[in-house]
């Protein structure tokens, strides 16, 4: 177990910058996750970790130790691959205890150790085959087992579970939720999918081409979004952002959408203020705009509009609407129950305690910068 | 696009003769070593298409002839040794180029492979007369060495084929583990290609099992002999046909069978399993 | 400095295993050029050598041995060259095509290169003797499957320079033939049908198709079969060896230098004057073809 930090460490490959100054610090049995679209350098960051590529500048740390001089073998790492990487020529158990063999790991320890990720993983009655023959599920879990004899001070997951179909990456999802709650061991994960990183992690870090967008909780990156790009990215179906302005009116501040205007709530006028007829990107999320009638009367009559329904999704539980607000496109969750049928118009309001205001020119969130009320 | 009859006629008659062309030397071959005296020494009589006395004479005449066991063997210890030579030094480097992409590292290898279009022709008398001076000729280390000159750009050149062929995943997750580069390359790498490394390997088998210049030129003044250059020995002392055919049997039935077992060999998945 | 070292120090492992492979290579062909350069420019005069001097090329130039061997190599390289290249294309378009049995079929035409060549020479030594030999008896048209009587009197295969040659020519092209046919094969197999096809609807004659579709596709596969071929042609040794032992090229020169003559100083000069010649037409090839595949892709 280990702490491990990344300070200053910047990446270029020829001239193009991929990893630019990272400063991330991963608290000993922490499961942080690296989410960001394709290309942002997850994986070099954790190449970069796992001592396969070199930091062009910058310092890692594992544990109190300074990483860079150390090569691979030595970092006291594992890292499982995207594609598995399994030794073909090794059945599961030579697999499993490649590691331990190159530690010079008595015989008897190794066994216990194969029983052991056996038992862990559910590998029962596989060790004996050869990769070829077994399933992909199975496979990875080799993967994995083979990571965790070691006792890696740092487990690097390089998107483990993405060639798995839907249902066996449920699975293996809640397994290795299972098995961070058993190890303690420190975790840095890479997935695109948000999903799997909002229901892993302790903390998740959004990256976006090279650079550190947001590093926060869960609940905190999916609530308090540091900027545009990390509310865009987080919750799904994905917030709606919206051109809008903010001026005063009658004492009070209202964001003004074009088709309708929003009052903001009193806690945050302040911080809006000097924002006063500037342009900015109001964010409001699908889950949070409700059907008038099924939400609590008692909110100003203020946020709420009409809008008109073009598709409706059913997802059995709740529906996805696609709906327009002159000319503005905008994404609802409404109950299963509530009707909602295209061509229809209904009633709509706004969950002003719940939405967010970007600066349009560098897309922060101006209800989370530092002076403002939100950042407890 | 639509086959007219002619073409097809065409394609018929062009079809048998090149099978003809390809067969006839062959189909005499094995005539030849077959033959009984009276079916080559005809005495201006007409030589017959399949031999009066159809007999393995020639081959029991092989049998008990001790040049022809020692020139096999001799053929089979250059051969080996060759193999041993090139494999030994050209697959490591082939995993260098293939695995650390350092400046320069294709200028290198289009180097080394391109070591083979050199003449063997032109190399063979500067190598003859420095062998003379270190004492190599006349020997079959000497004959090996000059074989493996020719056969370590094959071998690097197939083995980068091989070792592209295989994830880089592989390596870097036995270094992860705790692998030194060269725990990895030799316990994991190497295991996985053996496959087409075999293939390599009788690629360069055959390669010096057939080679006639390095060795006509290195062992013609000593006692020793392979296989094609006792070929040429008795071909200069008694052409006698059936005898000369029995041999050249002997000397292409090997070539022929691996020939089609490397075949067969390359095809085989070497990474089957290894990922996704 | 600092960074040559520490790149020394990163690809440790990889300097370490290339580096045997390097030097072996490496070193035997400077061995190579340092021997053969020095032997060719040695004089052996009578109070010990004398370097760099230029007498075995003036010698050889006076040789009408070697004025012979030169001419016959050129020609022998001439013909050859295209022959291997038609015999390729010949046999790649019989089995381009889908058929039954298809895959037997080209094995067998792969068959000649798993034949040792000093095994084809022999082969022929034998077919073409003289006067007995089964080619003899076919021409004298003294076999009933063969009733026609083209000459009267057998030929001397190997009494001729020009049959010797010939008969050494189609050694070399039978055994070869397999691997122009599998590179043209391979160039066929990535011209795709649509593209033809496409033309023909635009159009194009066969002819046409074939002269500017096929052929300039072709091109890449073409000039790899006449670069590699025409270097083998020049330094072809064990087909003349054995079935012109009279009539040398430059190559079965070099063996007769060296132990005939006993002057391995001329023998170096006759391999770098070949060294030369292989160079020298390879890039000529190569400039040409390329002159060539723009004019048959112009508009
Ligand atoms: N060896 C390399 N040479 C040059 N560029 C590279 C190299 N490796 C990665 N890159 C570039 O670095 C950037 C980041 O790559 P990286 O593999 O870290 O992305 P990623 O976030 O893991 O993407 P994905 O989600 O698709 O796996 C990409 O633009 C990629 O093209
Ligand atoms: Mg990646």
């Known amino acids: 177990m280990a702490t491990v930090i990344f300070k200053n460490v910047c990446k270029r490959f020829g001239n193009t910058k991929v990893i630019q100054n990272l400063n991330l610090t991963v608290e000993d049995g922490e499961f942080v996750t690296l989410v960001g679209p394709s290309g942002c350098g997850k994986t070099t960051t954790l190449r970069m970790l796992a001592g396969l590529e070199e930091t062009t500048e910058g310092d890692i740390y594992i544990g109190d130790v300074h990483a860079n001089p150390v090569p691979p073998q030595k970092r006291g790492i594992a890292m499982v691959f995207q594609s598995y990487a399994l030794f073909p020529h090794m059945t599961v158990a030579e697999n499993i205890a490649f590691g331990l063999k190159l530690k010079k790991s008595p015989r008897d320890a190794i066994l216990a150790k194969i029983d052991w990720a056996v038992e862990l993983l559910n590998l029962h009655k596989l060790e004996g085959r050869l990769p070829r023959d077994l399933s992909g599920g199975q496979r990875q879990r080799v993967a994995l087992a083979r990571a965790l004899v070691l006792e890696p001070k740092v487990l690097l997951l390089d998107e483990p579970l993405s060639n798995l179909d839907a249902t066996l990456r449920l699975r293996m999802r809640a397994e290795l939720k299972r098995i961070h709650r058993r190890l303690k061991s420190t975790i840095l994960y890479v997935t695109h999918d948000q999903v799997e990183a909002m229901s892993l992690s302790d903390r998740i870090a959004i990256m976006e081409e090279g650079k550190l967008s947001q590093v926060g909780t869960p609940l905190d990156v999916y609530s308090k979004p540091d900027n545009m790009f990390v509310a865009g990215f987080i919750g799904s179906p994905s917030i709606n952002l919206i051109p809008a302005s903010i001026r005063e009116n009658d004492g009070g501040l209202i964001i003004d959408l074009g088709p309708c205007q929003c009052g903001i709530p009193e806690p945050w006028r302040e911080t809006c203020r000097p924002y006063r007829d500037r342009e900015v990107v109001f964010g409001i999320r699908p889950e949070h705009i409700h059907r008038r009638d099924s939400y609590a009367a008692d909110l100003p009559d203020i946020n709420s509009v009409d809008v008109m329904v073009e598709v409706v999704e059913p997802l059995g539980d709740r529906n996805i609407v696609e709906a327009r607000m002159d000319g503005i496109a905008l994404t609802l969750v409404t109950e299963a129950t509530a009707e909602a049928a295209p061509g229809r118009s209904m009633p709509v309001i706004f969950d002003m305690d719940r939405a967010h205001i970007f600066d349009s020119d560098t897309g922060e969130n101006i209800l989370c910068l530092p002076e403002s009320g939100r950042v407890s | 696009m639509k086959k007219t009859r002619a073409t097809k006629w065409v394609w018929l008659t062009g079809m048998v003769v090149m099978i003809g062309i390809v067969m006839a030397p062959l189909f005499m071959m094995v005539k030849y070593s077959i033959s009984d005296r009276s079916s080559v020494v005809t005495g201006g009589a007409v030589i017959p298409l399949w031999p009066y006395h159809p007999t393995l004479e020639q081959f029991r005449a092989l049998a008990a002839m001790d040049r022809f066991a020692e020139a096999a063997l001799t053929s089979l210890e250059i051969a080996l040794l060759s193999v041993v030579i090139s494999l030994i030094i050209g697959t490591p480097a082939a995993y260098a180029l293939v695995r650390h992409r350092f400046p320069g590292a294709l200028v290198l290898a289009t180097f080394l492979i391109s070591v083979r279009f050199f003449p063997d022709i032109v190399s063979v008398i500067p190598i003859v007369e420095t062998f003379t001076t270190v004492g190599l000729v006349n020997s079959v280390a000497g004959v090996a060495m000059a074989h493996s000159l020719l056969s370590i750009p094959y071998v690097i050149f197939i083995a980068m084929g091989v070792f592209e062929a295989i994830p880089r995943d592989l390596d870097e997750q036995a270094q992860v583990l705790g692998a030194s580069k060269a725990y990895s390359f030799i316990r994991v790498i190497l295991p996985v290609a053996l496959p087409g490394l075999a293939a390599a390997s009788i690629y360069v088998f055959l390669l010096s099992w057939d080679e006639f210049i390095f060795a006509y030129f290195l062992l013609i003044f000593g006692d020793l002999s392979t296989l094609p250059v006792l070929l040429q020995k008795i071909l200069s002392w008694t052409p006698q046909h059936n005898l000369l055919a029995a041999i050249s049997v002997m000397l292409s039935i090997p070539v022929i069978l691996f020939t089609f077992i490397v075949q067969k060999y390359m095809q085989t998945g070497a990474t089957a399993g290894a990922i996704k | ?299």
């Open chain 3, 1 to 299: 400095m600092h960074y040559l070292f520490q790149g020394i120090r990163k690809n440790l492992f990889a300097i370490l295993i290339l580096t045997p492979a390097f030097l072996y290579l490496a070193g035997f062909l400077l061995i190579i050029l340092f021997k053969v350069t020095a032997l060719a420019l040695t004089e052996a005069g009578p109070e010990g050598a004398i370097f760099p001097s230029a007498v075995n090329f003036i010698t050889l130039a006076g040789n009408p041995e070697f004025r012979e061997a030169l001419i016959r190599t050129v020609w022998f390289t001439l013909i050859g060259t295209p022959l291997e290249l038609f015999t390729g294309i010949a046999a790649a378009f019989l089995v381009v095509e889908e058929f039954r049995g298809r895959g037997i079929i080209r094995s067998v035409l792969v068959l000649p290169l798993a034949v040792p060549a000093i095994v084809t020479a022999i082969i022929l030594y034998i077919l073409f003797d003289y006067p007995g030999g089964h080619i003899n008896d076919i021409i004298t048209g003294r076999h009933s499957f063969f009733p026609f009587q083209v000459l009267s009197y057998p030929i001397n295969w190997r009494g001729s320079g020009f049959f010797a040659l010939m008969v050494s020519l189609f050694g070399k092209v039978w055994r070869d033939m397999p691997i122009s046919m599998l590179i043209i094969l391979a160039g066929l197999q990535a011209i795709n049908r649509d593209q033809l096809e496409a033309a023909a609807t635009l159009g194009a004659t066969a002819l046409q198709r074939f002269m500017r579709i096929t052929l300039p596709l072709l091109a890449p596969a073409i000039a790899t079969v006449l670069v590699l071929r025409s270097i083998e042609l020049w330094k072809e040794f064990i087909f003349p060896f054995i079935l012109a032992g009279s009539y040398p090229l430059l190559s079965t020169l070099i063996e007769r230098a060296y132990h005939e003559w006993r002057n391995p100083r001329e023998a170096s000069a006759i391999a770098l004057i070949l060294l030369l010649l292989i160079i020298l037409s390879t890039v000529l090839i190569f400039y040409t073809l390329k002159w060539l595949r723009k004019r048959l892709v112009r508009i």
